[in-house]
């Protein structure tokens, strides 16, 4: 069965701090793939990022950076220098290769940024 | 903005009442999800379309229908309400379901929030 388990259900921080957020997933799939998005406090779900699973490249984008690590089923998002427009709830996705496209969700991880 | 649409935006009913909620894929899309995110259940996928077709099924109940119309818009059907159907309601699209390459990424419209009464 595949799962995606986010153990962080709130982090708080300062504005400045960096932070990670925590995504560990399980699938008997030899190719997959992870996707990390945001949904801010207005609801809608924004994509961040994708990741395959033959890909174990590390991925920066501004202030996010993405670490995949296939040997520990991990795929972990840091925000470098938070600001307080980083509060949202993100959730890590895992998708498997199959014709079914679903997404399995982990619960998601509130991060408030505080000024 | 993501280019997916849904309507409305929000909608509140009685148990027992039927809605139907719409969407709109990006252009060029040909598949749409639908997923409801829920206080104890969080992001659930329940069913999903290519090109009119339905190709899989999550956990979505009886009383709840879809389908995918030859211009590729998609209607969410969900009838004899109770209170635990309160949710919102999202949509996604992406182009194909044939491969998954760099520009099959599903997008997200900004959801229907339902609330049974």
Not at chain 1, 63 to 87: E, G, L, P
Request: charge should be negative; include cysteine.
């Amino acid at each position: 069965a595949q799962k995606v388990t986010q153990a962080q259900t709130e982090i708080s921080v300062v504005e400045k701090e960096d932070v990670t957020l925590d995504c560990v997933y399980e699938t008997r799939d030899t190719t997959y793939y992870l996707f990390w998005y945001k949904q801010p406090p207005s609801g809608e779900l924004v994509f961040l990022i994708r990741r395959n699973s033959f890909d174990e490249q590390n991925e920066i984008s501004g202030r996010y950076s993405w670490n995949f690590q296939k040997s520990t089923s991990s795929f972990n998002f840091t925000i470098t220098a938070s600001q307080v427009v980083d509060s949202a709830v993100y959730f890590c996705a895992l998708m498997g290769a199959g014709n079914n496209r679903k997404l399995i969700w982990g619960l998601g991880t509130s991060l408030a940024v505080n000024p | 903005d993501s280019g997916v649409t849904q309507t409305p935006k929000h909608l509140i009913t009685a148990t027992g009442q039927r809605v139907t909620l719409r969407c709109s894929p990006r252009s060029g899309d040909l598949s749409v999800y639908w997923y409801q995110q829920s206080l104890d259940q969080g992001l659930q996928f329940l069913i999903q379309y290519y090109n009119g077709e339905e190709r899989a099924k999550g956990n979505i109940l009886e009383r709840f229908s879809a389908q995918q119309f030859p211009d590729l818009h998609s209607e969410l059907n969900l009838s004899s309400l109770e209170l635990g159907d309160s949710a919102l309601y999202f949509c996604a699209s992406s182009p194909s379901m044939v491969s998954v390459q760099p520009t099959d990424t599903q997008y997200f419209g900004p959801g229907t929030r339902l609330t049974v009464l």
